[in-house]
């Protein structure tokens, strides 16, 4: 039998609260074009990891584009 241990993913959002509009806007340290905002904390946490998301799936695409000619193989790094 093979048990799978799953990775999860850690990101610091730096955040910042509007007084006036009472909005929330966040930034991720680690993938800084990740941006995202809510009325909420709860809902910027939310638009966070779709804009996350977002962000590596576009990465992962130009990765791919600009090396489609190549040899090339990819793996995965998982870090603690």
């Not at 809510?38 to 996350?52: F, P, S, V, W």
């Amino acid at each position: 039998m093979i048990i799978r241990k799953e990775i999860i993913m850690e990101y610091t959002i730096l955040i910042h609260k509007d007084e006036e509009s009472g909005w929330y806007t966040g930034k991720c340290v680690q993938v800084p074009a990740a941006m995202s905002q809510g009325k909420t904390l709860d809902e910027l946490m939310d638009n966070m990891k779709d804009a996350i998301s977002l962000v590596l799936d576009y990465y992962k695409e130009q990765a791919r584009s600009q090396h489609a000619n190549d040899r090339v193989f990819y793996r995965k790094l998982a870090m603690a």
